[in-house]
């Protein structure tokens, strides 16, 4: 089976070609319209009197009804996207409540996981590791 479109119906350009393709018809067709209105007019002032002695009037031609046009919604502003922030990996000793007891860099995890030990053997609750993605100040 071929790759790409097959099976998937018309792309997002195809359809836009026919819907530009139908407007320029749609004025191609008023434009017409307008031309044939304006000799009708001119042909009914160059017409004669009847033998009744009124003007020979035409019957007038039926409009076909317009497609209601959708109005354009305007522009949206954009707006830029904020610049990603740089974050750094830090080793946290977290206890029970999730509250940070320790912070080390992620190059220290030897020293974190000291740390760990040592706050287990200490207090009796629960404590863990974890490693965080922190914001990057400014001044480091």
Do not use: C, H, Y
Not at 4 to 27: I, V
Not at 30 to 46: L, V, Y
Not at 83 to 91: C, G, N, P, Q, S
Request: hydrophobic share 30%; aromatic share 4%; glycine share 6%.
């Amino acid at each position: 089976m071929a790759k790409g479109r097959a099976g998937r119906g018309p792309s997002r350009m195809d359809k836009r070609r026919e819907a530009e393709a139908a407007e320029a018809r749609d004025k191609d067709d008023d434009r017409e319209e307008a031309e044939e209105e304006a000799e009708e007019e001119e042909s009914d002032a160059d017409e004669g009197d009847d033998e009744e002695g009124g003007k020979k009037k035409k019957p007038a031609k039926k409009k076909p009804a317009k497609k209601a046009t959708t109005a354009k919604k305007p522009a949206t502003k954009r707006t830029r996207t904020p610049k990603e922030v740089r974050r750094r990996a830090v080793w946290v000793v977290f206890d029970n409540s999730n509250k940070p007891v320790g912070t080390f860099q992620f190059n220290q995890k030897e020293e974190a996981e000291a740390a760990l030990a040592k706050k287990i053997e200490e207090k009796k609750g629960t404590f863990f590791l974890n490693l965080i993605k922190e914001e990057m100040k400014a001044d480091e």
